[in-house]
Antibody, heavy 118, light 107 residues
């Protein structure tokens, strides 16, 4: 069974940092592209970033480029999102997901809530 | 960036109704289009990818069509578990983008 479990969310002050983790199981993680998507309270889905299977290629939405970094450790079957210079508008539930070869998210984690507030 | 515009933003329907949601891309995305269903407090669920391919395990009352800039998600006969919010997403070019969502509500 495919499982994606996010962790690392919580309350952080504006300007602070947080690292999210996404532990994967039930599939060949090292062969899969992955992505992060977020959803602010009561709002829609926003795509943030993707990483290819070996971590050599990454892309970002304009809203997080230069502040967020996606990475992966294939030996640990874990995806990461390092978030720096956090702002109030980064408050959201953050989802990790596996991408199929049609650039669609076929499996998703349960989400982890990040709250940026003083 | 490619803008994805869904319509309507919300629709009220009854069990058994046929519901159609449209998604328009601001430029040609070929068939790089996915549809998701999301229930409150839950992660999105993939319904359709490559514009018209049904994800494994998704009921056949869901169907997708379109290519280029205009796409449609149809629910053939609405069931109680289908009342949710639906999103389209383009995977043609980075940054990938979602539509704003369509909420299917009980009439």
């Amino acid at each position: 069974e495919v499982q994606l479990v996010e962790s690392g969310g919580g309350l952080v002050q504006p300007g602070g940092s947080l690292r999210l983790s996404c532990a994967a199981s039930g599939f060949t993680f090292s062969g899969s592209w992955m992505h992060w998507v977020r959803q602010a309270p009561g709002k829609g889905l926003v795509w943030l970033s993707h990483i290819n299977s070996d971590g050599s290629s990454t892309t970002y939405a304009d809203s997080v480029r230069g502040r967020f970094t996606i990475s992966r450790d294939n030996a640990k079957n874990t995806l990461y999102l390092q978030m720096n210079s956090l702002r109030a508008e980064d408050t959201a539930v953050y989802y990790c997901g596996r991408l199929n070869r049609h650039n669609s998210g076929d499996y998703w984690g349960q989400g982890t809530l990040v709250t940026v507030s003083s | 960036d490619i803008q994805m515009t869904q319509s309507p933003s919300s629709v009220s329907a009854s069990v058994g109704d046929r519901v159609t949601i449209t998604c328009r891309a601001s430029q040609d995305i070929s068939r790089w289009l996915a549809w998701y269903q999301q229930n409150p407090g839950k992660a999105p669920k993939l319904l359709i990818y490559a514009a018209s391919t049904l994800q494994s395990g998704v009921p056949s009352r869901f169907s997708g069509s379109g290519s280029g800039t205009d796409f449609t998600l149809t629910i053939g006969s609405l069931q109680p578990e289908d009342f949710a919010t639906y999103y389209c997403q383009q995977g043609n070019s980075f940054p990938w983008t979602f539509g704003q969502g369509t909420k299917v509500e009980i009439k």
